[in-house]
């Protein structure tokens, strides 16, 4: 069993910045990909952002340039840094654990990040 626990989330005006952690605890194992999935209301879980434990980053479109994962091993701690924060960005921000090829992956209780224009 992985636990991960979300915290940063807020209200901020378009143009500003936040950051999220995500700690993770538990029976984590070498090889895994942490990342960052939103979903507005009424959309899809979409992905953000992911970072595997060798420090390879995958961004979605939408945010490349304006949104920086990175994470600390010995910590279990993925970090989600966003600046120029639009209105669309407005969701509820879920950290991921997944080990690919086990077919194992657990989610956060989200945490949630309003945008005002």
């Known amino acids: 069993q992985v636990q991960l626990v979300e915290s940063g989330g807020g209200f901020v005006q378009a143009g500003g910045s936040l950051k999220l952690s995500c700690v993770a605890s538990?029976?984590?194992?070498?090889?895994?990909?942490m990342g960052w999935y939103r979903q507005a209301p009424g959309k899809q879980r979409e992905l953000v952002a992911t970072i595997t434990t060798s420090g390879s980053t995958n961004y979605a479109e939408s945010v490349k340039g304006r949104f920086t994962i990175s994470g600390d091993n010995g910590e279990n701690t993925v970090f989600l840094q966003m600046n120029n924060l639009k209105p669309e960005d407005t969701a509820v921000y879920y950290c991921?654990?997944?080990?690919?090829?086990?077919?194992?992956?657990?989610w956060g209780k989200g945490t949630l990040v309003t945008v005002s224009s």
């Open positions: 538990g029976s984590i194992a070498r090889g895994n990909v």
């Open positions: 991921n654990y997944r080990r690919p090829g086990y077919g194992i992956y657990y």
